[in-house]
């Protein structure tokens, strides 16, 4: 097999692989091999480019084409690709889905030097990005578009803000744009890399046929259409592999093994597209992309009235998978997988598509539908797909399809439906309609259609069409993805958007029409309105260029083995035994380890709550670890893992919900409480008292960089070195050392930087570092352990789910007098931070709002579920959400706008108390809310989305504003301290360590920026290595948004010591340059520990009295959503933010932590929905099933202001600390589309207050929005089974 490689800048590489394993994919082929590191890569087999999914690609299938990475491109130490601007535009912060940004533009700049905004909405539709909320890339990239950027300041002629002398007011602290177009490179395609003629040679030259052999699998590429179908014959068991989308993960993630696959991807014959005079014939193994472009050829050939199918089959393509995914997956193997849950059987099957089938030799032609249902497709080769697509006449084709998200995601249900009019009426003729996801098949309503031909399209026919649908489409409750009843209510919804749009416009009731329009996905626009410096972050170059290195890029070491996690399958079992001698029998494995090899202590200690690092005797939660395969590979050590037998004894009780959890009184201590004022008054006085609730769910840390680290024995007295992906080192390290039985000085923890951390690499990665020690312990050798997406979300958890249970007193006016609120947090197995979490959230119950008797308790359920842990916003979120529930409840029993009731109840005087007693002014909360609510417009668009309510029945808007009073500093006050050792060298550059952690946030480039201004040096002569446990012991870890504020003083200390030092010599010599400093003082320390003793915070939870936090960062936050009654899809609006960051060190960064932060938030509040088994088995994990926002949901108006003249005396230089507020402004979504609906139902004569939790996925607004099809399926006629998912 010969394939050219491009990894190092600007040349190909010819690599001839004789040994192709197939069941190897590129991405650890080239991990292994070429380089360490790539995230996506693109080839180049016939001149076009095509970004893919490198864990999808066989090695095999590359046999002639070029792959680039984005080492390939460009590189800091030659030339940067004007692609890696992305940097320079603040798209990157932990870097980790940087380099796949990169490669997916710069496949679209080859394709397209000069693209619209639209072609990179659509490239970067499946890139996933955890930390920056989309905005920054989209407007790095954007500067390749030929229109110009022009913040929303600006005037109408697009002109910026800044070009405007009169716009803004006259600060000095405006520094423009958070970047300029200064000295970015423009695109030269000439510059770019060409095809390898070599392999343009061999391309020409007779194909023949390629065999490999791996361990498992045989791999046959034929070498034609002829070979392929005698090797089918021959092998009728054979898959046709082409894309590998729907093989590819169920041999990653299910382990099947095909022992010899055919490859059709080489077959040009099964590419070909012709044009016929009824349609187009497209080959079997046509890409979904190359299917959107013959369709949408077909569009503007045909005009509107001919190319409808195309029509419908591009608005279905559009939101299918991402553009890498369809740039792989084939139209062959969308419809021969026979997955209900694919999107095109149902539309080509309505559009009575047929398929042009070999099989033994035999040619036959086929309808898909009866295809589908009666066929075997292991023996057929689909050649051609023949459509018919041109409409005729009186003939109108739709495709539906609603997702968890609306790109990037499998429909729930699909649908594609078809009708024809008798000539000139509006008697149906003939009817086809065809459901996906809601059987083990597409589903065609046979009887449905055939009772409704001949019928008129009217009325009638709709209320007989859907009683039919009803009683015809049965969803059984065990259905896998449960959503029974959802389901059953996307069937008559979808049917019922149908019937609406075949009624035609003119005939519609004129607020129906909203409804027949899909949204629209646009790209994020933004007003910027920075303050200070917008440095970029000092890493983001090595991240564009793929230089950046994490952990698991680091090259294996001499001997080094792998290590994999044996975990429970049992949530509350005894452990009768373990027999791992199949797995120590599987070649490669080297040892099982268990409780009994722990030299030291079997456990993790976290303020004296114990958690045992292996399951002992009895296991807790399904996920728990036991044991650990270690093996000479990865894929050894997993498969062996696999293999290890353990036999249980289940154990009574067993539960996993908050409300089982209180059934049974199981909670952890300590359980809290705050008090003000005098509860029982409070009511007493108040015109009305209501209860009520809001459960919000949990959510997955989803970080893109796995957790994990590498730890390596030297050999001598015990010392051992770990890298590892931690945000507390100190931690990782004091574990490692108890469970070894070391002391910690011969420990060392080095962290470069993690790939996303979000409050999710503080515990668990202590507890995996101590395990991976171990291992190296017994076997002397360096181990490795990264874990897989699937295991990292069942073994470490994430944020907790919270019930908040409510009693409010409040005047008639709004005003509340009275609150008692009790929350309950799911703790889990184990306590791990629980206990904080729950505190965090009492001592945010206040948010803004001056309730004089205000009173919280706090308790943490254990469950045998996996443990929870921190999560950014540490139950500040929770907290807050609940009390912004409470007022939106109240202002909807007053009949009042939310707003004026939070107005009505804010925090207004100079000096005000929180609950906890502590001192504050709210004066910059009242600023950012007022400031917000005159930025968004409130008062008018209130106005304008009453209009459009009115005039629109099935689609409603709302729009939500609260504000922010968020405590920084960690409660537990000897935590708030800070530490860093700054060097300096004799040529006169600096290297600084620091206790924090980089994960993205910017902690290193605002310790440069502050090194930078007291050592007055330029900030290229500053440099932060790692952090070090051996450099900086004891830090505290980089979380409770106080990373900055304790390293940034650390900094300062230290650099001032220094400065201190050479001030005689300075004073002395004024005239010396720095180097001549530095170089001079021989005998002057130019080494110097700096140390910040942060404030004392604590709280007595008996007197409900303390400062729990050093300061407040305040905000406000303004949304407006959309939602679809029929199908629950929302789309978010507009969001403006202003926040109150003191005086930001960095705009940049700052302004990339609010977006960053609000984006993790809409995906907490809106779509991130974890679901657990019955059997407390996690059941979303990895990106198919749990969907984290992409660049569709971010909403296309995005403004973030920073509040000016802010001060904040407590912090380095008067910023502030701004990591973790802004998740919590996600909740203004929930609220606005509680509004929304709460707009529809008032509309159908329904309560205005109704149950409703967090997240409001699809499902629940769809529910909410009760109308005759959700009534159709009434609770009494509901089968009680067992529930797919439920509730923790
Ligand atoms: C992340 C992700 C997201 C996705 N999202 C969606 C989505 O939203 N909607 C949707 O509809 N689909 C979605 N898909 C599925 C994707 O469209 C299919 O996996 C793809 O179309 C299958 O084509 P393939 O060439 O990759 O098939 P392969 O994986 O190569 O093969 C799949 C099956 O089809 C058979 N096959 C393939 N071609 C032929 C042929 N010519 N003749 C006979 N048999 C053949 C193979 O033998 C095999 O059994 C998604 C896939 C992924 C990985
Ligand atoms: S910068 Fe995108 S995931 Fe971190």
Request: proline share 5%; charged share 20%; aromatic share 8%.
């Amino acid at each position: 097999m010969v394939v050219s490689f491009c990894c190092c800048c600007c040349f190909y590489v010819k690599i001839v692989e004789k040994n192709a394993d197939p069941e190897e994919m590129l991405l650890a082929y080239l991990r292994r091999k070429v380089i360490n590191k790539c995230d996506f890569i693109i080839f180049n087999p016939c001149f076009s480019h095509w970004s893919v999914t490198a864990c999808l690609q066989p090695i095999c299938s590359l046999h002639g084409a070029a792959v680039v990475t984005v080492e390939g491109i460009g590189s800091t130490k030659t030339k940067l690709h004007p692609v890696q601007r992305i940097a320079k535009a603040h798209g990157s912060q932990c870097g980790f889905c940087t380099p796949g940004m990169v490669m997916s533009m710069y496949t679209l700049l080859r394709n397209n030097p000069q693209p619209t905004t639209e072609d990179i909405r659509e490239t970067l539709g499946g890139n996933l990005c955890r930390c920056t909320g989309y905005r920054p890339i989209i407007d790095g990239f954007k500067t390749f578009c030929n229109t110009l950027i022009s913040c929303q300041n600006g005037d109408r002629n697009g002109k910026c803000c800044m070009e405007n002398s009169n716009s803004h007011n006259n600060e000095s602290d405006i520094s423009g744009e958070l970047f300029s177009m200064d000295n970015v490179l423009p695109l030269d395609p000439t510059q770019d890399l060409i095809f390898p003629p070599e392999l343009l040679i061999m391309g020409k030259k007779k194909a023949e046929r390629l065999c490999f052999q791996g361990e498992k699998v045989r791999w046959i590429s034929p070498a034609d259409l002829k070979d392929l179908i005698k090797l089918k014959a021959e092998y009728s068991n054979a898959p046709l592999l082409v894309g590998n989308t729907t093989i590819g993960p169920k041999m990653n993630l299910k382990g099947t093994v095909h022992p010899l696959v055919l490859y059709g991807g080489s077959i040009p014959e099964l590419r070909t597209i012709k044009w016929r005079n009824n349609g187009v014939t497209v080959g079997a193994g046509c890409s979904l992309s190359v299917l959107k472009d013959v369709l949408l050829q077909g569009i503007e050939e045909l005009g509107p009235e001919k190319s409808r199918v195309y029509q419908a089959l591009v608005q279905t393509l559009q939101c299918l998978a991402s553009k890498q995914i369809r740039n792989m997956a084939t139209i062959g193997g969308n419809i021969l997988s026979a997955n209900p849950k694919y999107d095109l059987s149902s539309i080509l099957a309505a559009a009575e598509c047929t398929l042009h089938i070999v099989s033994n030799g035999n040619a036959n032609i086929f309808g898909i539908y009866l295809y589908i249902i009666s066929h075997n497709f292991l023996f057929a080769i689909l050649f051609f797909l023949i459509a018919n697509p041109c409409a005729l006449q009186w003939e109108f084709v739709s495709a539906f399809r609603q997702a968890q998200r609306r790109e990037f995601s499998f429909s729930i249900v699909n649908s594609g439906m078809r009708v024809t009019f008798r000539h000139d009426s509006n008697v149906v003729e003939n009817l086809d309609i065809f459901y996906g996801g809601v059987g083990p098949t597409l589903v065609k309503a046979r009887h449905t259609c055939k009772e409704l031909m001949g019928r008129k399209w009217d009325e009638k026919l709709l209320v007989v069409g859907t009683q039919l649908l009803e009683e015809e489409i049965y969803v059984p409750p065990t259905a896998p993805g449960g959503q029974e009843e959802y389901r059953k209510a996307l069937v008559l919804s979808f049917f019922f958007k149908f019937y609406m749009q075949e009624v035609g416009m003119n005939d519609l009731p004129l607020e129906y029409l909203s409804a027949l329009k899909p949204f629209k996905n646009e790209v994020p626009q933004s007003s910027n309105d920075p303050v200070g410096r917008p440095n970029v972050h000092q890493a983001a170059l090595q991240q564009a260029t793929g230089e950046a290195v994490y952990y698991d890029d680091i090259p294996s070491v001499k001997g080094e083995l792998f290590v994999s996690m044996v975990t429970s399958t049992r949530a509350h079992a005894k452990i009768i035994s373990i027999d791992a001698s199949m797995a120590l029998a599987m070649s490669g494995v080297v040892t099982f380890i268990s409780a009994k090899d722990v030299p030291g202590q079997n456990r993790r200690l976290w303020f004296n709550n114990p958690e045992e690092l292996f399951a002992e005797e009895e296991v807790i939660c399904v996920g728990q670890i036991i044991g650990a395969i270690v093996a000479e590979t990865r894929e050894q050590a997993k498969r062996a893992a696999e293999q290890v037998d353990i036999t249980y004894e289940d154990i009574q009780p067993v539960f996993f919900t908050i409300e089982e959890a209180i059934e049974h009184q199981s909670f952890f201590d300590p359980k809290r409480k705050l008090e003000r004022g005098n509860l029982e008054e409070g009511f007493e006085k108040a015109d009305h008292i209501l209860e009520g609730e809001l459960y919000m769910g949990g959510q997955e840390h989803f970080y893109m960089e796995t957790q994990g680290l590498i730890a390596i024995p030297k050999g001598e007295a015990g010392e051992l070195e770990l890298y590892v992906a931690s945000q507390h080192a100190a931690y990782t390290q004091e574990v490692v050392g108890i469970t070894l039985g070391i002391d910690s000085n011969k420990i060392t923890c080095h962290v470069k930087r993690l790939g996303g951390g979000f409050g999710g690499k503080v515990m668990k990665i202590a507890s995996l570092s101590a395990i991976a020690a171990t291992a190296a312990y017994k076997t002397g050798r360096a181990v490795r352990c990264v874990l897989e997406r699937e295991d990292d979300m069942l073994i470490t958890s994430g944020r907790s789910p919270f019930l908040g249970k409510y009693k409010v007193g409040y005047l008639n006016d709004g005003t509340i007098l009275a609150a008692d609120i009790t929350y309950y947090s799911n703790g889990g197995c184990t306590l791990d931070e629980s206990s904080f979490i729950m505190e965090k959230a009492l001592l945010h119950m206040d948010n803004g709002y001056k309730i004089p008797n205000l009173r919280g308790h706090g308790l943490v359920c254990k469950t045998y579920l996996p443990s929870y842990t921190a999560f950014r916003g540490f139950g500040g979120p929770q907290g807050l959400t609940i009390i912004e529930s409470v007022l939106h409840e109240v202002a909807a029993r007053c009949g009042l706008p939310a707003h004026q009731v939070r107005d009505i109840n804010m925090y207004k005087d100079e000096k005000c108390y929180t609950h906890h007693k502590q001192l504050f002014s709210p004066h910059d909360m009242v600023r950012c809310w007022n400031e917000c609510l005159e930025k968004s417009d409130y008062t008018h668009r209130c106005l304008s989305i009453k209009q459009f309510n009115a005039h629109n029945h099935w689609k409603k808007r709302g729009i939500s504003i609260v504000p922010l009073k968020f405590g920084i500093g960690f409660s537990k006050g000897f935590y708030n301290q800070g530490a860093a050792l700054v060097n300096i060298y004799k040529d006169g550059s600096v290297l600084i360590s620091h206790g924090g952690t980089e994960m993205g946030q910017g902690i290193n480039t605002k310790a440069i920026q502050i090194a930078s201004r007291i050592l007055k040096v330029p900030m290229s002569s500053i440099h932060i290595k790692e952090t070090c446990t051996g450099n900086v012991p004891n830090a505290a870890p980089s979380a409770a948004s106080f990373g900055t504020d304790a390293v940034g003083m650390a900094v300062k200390d230290g650099c001032e010591k220094l400065m201190r030092r050479l001030e005689p010599l300075i004073k002395k010599h004024p005239q010396f340059t720095w180097q001549q400093l530095v170089t001079y003082c021989q005998k002057i320390s130019l080494s110097a520990t700096g140390f910040f003793m942060g404030p004392h915070t604590s709280v007595d939870w008996e007197k409900s009295d303390g400062n729990a936090y050093y300061y407040f960062t305040f905000g406000a936050c303004c949304s407006e959503v959309e939602i679809d009654c029929l199908t629950g899809d929302h789309k978010n609006i507009r969001t403006d933010i202003v926040m109150d960051v003191g005086r930001s060190i960095n705009p940049a960064l700052d302004v990339g932590q609010v977006e960053g932060g609000f984006v993790q938030g809409i995906g907490l509040y809106t779509i991130e929905e974890l679901q657990f088994s019955p059997e407390g088995v996690l059941l979303t994990r990895g990106p198919s099933r749990y969907k984290i926002p992409a660049l569709c949901d971010i909403p296309p108006q995005l403004n973030v202001h920073l509040l000016r003249n802010a001060d904040n005396p407590h912090a380095i230089y008067s910023s502030k600390g701004i990591g973790e507020p802004p998740v919590f402004f996600g909740c203004t979504l929930f609220f606005a589309i509680k509004e929304a609906i709460a707009a529809a139902r008032r509309e159908r004569g329904l309560s205005e207050s109704f149950p409703f939790s967090s997240p409001a996925t699809a499902e629940k607004i769809r529910m909410a929005c009760e109308d005759c099809f959700t009534r159709m399926n009434p609770p009494d006629r509901k089968v009680k089974t067992k529930p797919w998912a439920i509730n923790v």
